[in-house]
């Protein structure tokens, strides 16, 4: 598929009603059109079916839907884990907002034994000042890396980045409460000890009191943690 006909269809499957909606629930969106996700993972699909390398090649995204069906070809195109990461490493300077940011971030399968050279590459984000590079890489971790070998890596690393950004905060709070969720006293112990910011701290407290996969007494514990 060409760029310039994903474009065009893009704009026969608008739903102004829709756009408007989005917005409100994501601001920070610019250019959007106004197309449901399941239409852009349909479109996504048609294209890592084809020439995707033709259309990565090609395409220079500017409306919101084209750079969050770029995103989607790039996560889940049949290709090998070096070209993945190389068009990843591209295509992260364009994610803006926290849909594109977290949809891309789900749209990876990435196989076992990938896991290592993944982390690796996720890590060169850790010292970045970039709001969504920095989101991208704690979103990474969250959907990919909850795993009894990388816990106390990950404790590290939240407790290593340091951003006054709110998605960033955000993300870091919405990984302390999964991690609370699948490995309690692990997360507990760091939740005692963590150099978060008071805003992640409790926020991530927040969100874990709201998980239905934890347990009234935890939910209390946790309330006495707050700072």
């Not at 756009?19 to 890592?48: N, S, Y």
Request: hydrophobic share 40%; glycine share 2%.
């Amino acid at each position: 598929m060409p760029p310039e006909e994903l474009q065009s269809r893009l704009f026969d499957l608008q739903d102004v009603g829709y756009r408007e909606f989005h917005l409100k629930t994501c601001p920070q969106a610019q250019h959007v059109i106004g197309v449901r996700i399941p239409e852009q993972r349909r479109l996504a699909k048609e294209i890592t079916k084809n020439n995707f390398w033709w259309f990565l090649d090609q395409i220079q995204p500017h409306y919101y839907e084209e750079i969050m069906v770029t995103g989607i070809v790039i996560a889940t195109a049949p290709m090998g884990l070096a070209e993945r990461l190389d068009y990843t490493a591209w295509f992260i300077p364009q994610i803006n907002n926290w849909a594109v940011c977290d949809t891309f971030c789900a749209s990876f399968k990435p196989k076992p034994q990938d896991l290592p050279v993944l982390w690796d590459f996720l890590m060169q984000y850790r010292s970045s000042q970039e709001e969504y590079a920095l989101r991208f890489m704690l979103v990474m971790v969250l959907d990919h890396f909850i795993l009894p070998e990388y816990l106390e890596h990950i404790f590290d690393l939240l407790d290593e980045i340091k951003s006054d950004k709110y998605y960033v905060e955000m993300a870091k709070a919405w990984l302390v409460a999964e991690l609370f969720a699948k490995f309690r006293n692990e997360t507990l112990d760091y939740l005692q000890r963590d150099q978060l910011s008071v805003f992640a701290h409790n926020k991530a407290i927040q969100k874990a009191r709201e998980s239905r996969h934890i347990s009234d007494d935890d939910k209390q514990l946790l309330s006495s943690l707050k700072l």
